[in-house]
């Protein structure tokens, strides 16, 4: 018989208790709860972690939008002459633009616009379909919503990543901003092609008009760019430009927006592009531009490219036209006169500039640093500093007048020398070698006689001329002796231009003004550059002047000026060698002065003086303004 062994041996299972079983299930229950949450904790943490590898940008762009904005430079007449960006862009809300515009984006690129919640995933659906079947990644489906968040925030990268960075920041862009708000951001924002960003920015590059004034097919057009600007450029692919605009025309209709007359009337109409390129209005109004610039940097600190101001200035564009024609011929003649004296091998290369001032106001109308923007930026009107000659006389003879004289008063126009302080003999001589006795000084003004100037003053000394001339704005340096009644100053052609102002206002003088006012993007508005008018000459004088100067063109040195009709008047000047020929002319409007001279400082040849060489550049810019007024 076996013995018993207890470890061995089986024991029938002992019975488990209805406490035991509860606690069992609630530790079962409890650590399926806990897998859960682990599970649950693990995907979250993963998720949240790809979120962050994501770099899912926040929203502040778009909530504060404020984009890079065009600095916008304006002529007399309102119109935009000159943008100034690194991104062609100029904000304007939703209600300066045509209730049509931005139903046109609305139909050709998100016709559930005001439905969908930044994702539209029908449309995301159909892409997909289409893209399935082509193999490639070609069709989008972006709602505009997602176009903002591509354009803001986004790379354009076509990636799936980016997509889905882009439905996330779409959905929260529309739970952030409401729906116009989104529109407005839009239509500032997007890409048109031709360097334009933005609706209205877009309006001027292929229309030169503003948005509030675009047509319906205008409209259609533009709004026909956002999935291919390149692609759909009316400029490069005319005919696929007018097939968008005709699918546009046909969404707007089918959402109703226009009736299908009105698609077939605009899609007929006739459009106009913008035709002058860039270079074409650098290249004539260049050197405006740039002292406006200068200008507004000087004053503010601010970069222009990007700070959207609108700067109005008094330029007046058709004046401008005029002026660089004027300039350009003037110089090509003299160029030709040159050659033909020196052979085959022209060593001689002229330059011209003119500025145009309008007397009421003292703004400047025109100005033209030189025969080519593009090609010699460097400004002779503003930057280049010139012997006078003879222009400078008048500020001699007007500090005469002031002090007594009158120009019925004589002196001789007779040889003489002088020894200076440093025991050097100077003598003067008159123009061609010819002296005449003793003569008026409104007749030696009108002939430009040397010899009176000089003798005129030492009359009336050199500081008090020194002291005249810096009251009439003359800032650089100024000789301390005779020589200066001959013009050996140097001066730009603004500067002396800018001192006859007296003569042609009643003795008034007021700084020449290049700017009227500025805008900033917070609507503030700063005041213009013309310093405060002062009376400088008693009027009197201003007046013998100006009969004067008008002498100097009816029977002197400026008489191929007498042709224009009306009173003329103004001073011709030929500094030492013929180097430079000056002349400042005016009528009952305009005071505009004309250099000429080659930017090496060689001799112009004998036969170029002021009045040769200078007037007839004068009086091609006047009678052109004749002949076609502006206003």
Not at 111 to 127: E, P
Not at 207 to 213: L, T, V, Y
Not at 525 to 553: F, S
Request: proline content about 5%; overall charge positive; aromatic content about 8%.
């Amino acid at each position: 018989m076996s013995s018993y062994n207890p470890i061995t041996a089986e024991q029938p299972p002992a019975p488990v208790s209805k406490k035991t079983r509860k606690i069992r299930t609630e530790k079962h229950i409890i650590g399926f709860l806990l897998a859960i949450c682990l599970v649950l904790s693990l995907f979250l943490g993963a998720l949240l972690m790809f979120l962050v590898t994501l770099e899912i940008p926040n929203l502040s762009t778009v909530s504060h939008y404020r984009p890079k904005q065009a600095s916008l430079i304006y002529d007399r007449h309102g119109r935009i002459v000159d943008r100034i960006f690194t991104e062609n862009r100029t904000v304007i809300p939703l209600s300066a633009m045509p209730d049509l515009l931005p139903k046109a984006f609305i139909a050709a690129e998100d016709n559930r616009f005001f439905d969908h919640a930044g994702l539209d995933f029908f449309s995301v659906l159909r892409a997909a379909i289409v893209n399935l079947r082509r193999g490639e990644k070609g069709q989008g489906g972006s709602t505009i919503t997602q176009q903002v968040a591509r354009s803001l925030l986004l790379t354009p990268e076509k990636t799936y990543i980016r997509k889905f960075k882009e439905a996330i920041l779409a959905w929260r862009i529309d739970t952030l901003l409401s729906k116009k708000e989104i529109l407005y951001i839009y239509l500032n924002q997007i890409y048109l092609g031709a360097g334009a960003h933005g609706v209205e920015a877009a309006s001027q590059a292929y229309f030169k008009k503003r948005a509030n004034e675009l047509t319906l097919g205008e409209m259609a057009m533009l709004a026909g760019l956002p999935q291919a600007p390149s692609k759909y450029s009316p400029h490069a692919y005319p005919k696929r430009a007018a097939a968008r605009q005709m699918y546009v025309l046909n969404r707007m209709a089918a959402a109703g927006y226009i009736t299908a007359e009105q698609a077939r009337e605009a899609y007929q109409g006739r459009i106009t592009y913008r035709s002058s390129s860039a270079a074409d209005h650098l290249a004539e109004n260049g050197y405006y531009y740039e002292i406006v610039r200068k200008e507004v940097r000087r004053r503010l600190d601010v970069p222009l490219e990007t700070a959207g101001l609108r700067i109005y200035t008094p330029l007046d564009s058709g004046m401008q036209r005029r002026a660089a024609l004027a300039v350009r011929e003037g110089a090509q003649e003299a160029l030709a006169r040159i050659g033909k004296k020196g052979g085959d091998k022209v060593t001689r290369y002229p330059q011209a500039a003119l500025v145009s001032i309008e007397i009421a106001t003292s703004k400047v109308r025109a100005l033209v640093g030189g025969t080519d923007f593009l090609k010699y930026s460097f400004d002779r009107a503003t930057q280049a500093k010139r012997q006078a000659g003879s222009s400078f006389k008048p500020l001699v003879y007007a500090t005469a007048l002031r002090m007594g004289w009158e120009p019925e008063s004589y002196l001789s126009d007779e040889p003489f020398s002088i020894t200076g302080r440093n025991g050097v003999r100077w003598q003067p001589k008159n123009f061609g070698g010819k002296y005449h006795g003793e003569v008026t000084l409104a007749e030696a003004l009108a002939h430009s006689y040397n010899m009176v100037a000089v003798r005129l003053l030492q009359q009336v000394g050199t500081k008090n001329v020194h002291n005249l001339a810096r009251s009439v704005g003359i800032t650089s340096y100024l000789p301390p002796d005779l020589s200066l009644a001959l013009g050996s100053a140097d001066l730009t052609l603004l500067e002396l231009t800018a001192a006859f102002t007296p003569f042609v206002r009643e003795g008034r003088y007021n700084s020449p003004s290049f700017i009227d006012r500025i805008e900033l993007p917070d609507g503030s508005v700063l005041p213009g550059d013309g310093a405060g008018e002062r009376q400088v000459m008693e009027m009197p004088v201003a007046l013998k002047m100006r009969q004067m100067l008008e002498g100097v063109v009816r029977q002197g040195t400026g008489r191929r000026a007498a042709v224009l009709p009306g009173l003329v008047g103004g001073k011709t000047g030929t500094s030492n060698d013929n180097r430079d020929n000056w002349f400042i002319g005016f009528n009952e409007k305009l005071l505009t002065g004309i250099w000429v001279g080659c930017d090496d400082n060689k001799s112009m040849g004998g036969e170029e003086t002021g009045g040769r060489t200078a007037v007839p550049i004068w009086l091609s810019y006047m009678q052109g303004l004749q002949k076609n007024p502006v206003n």
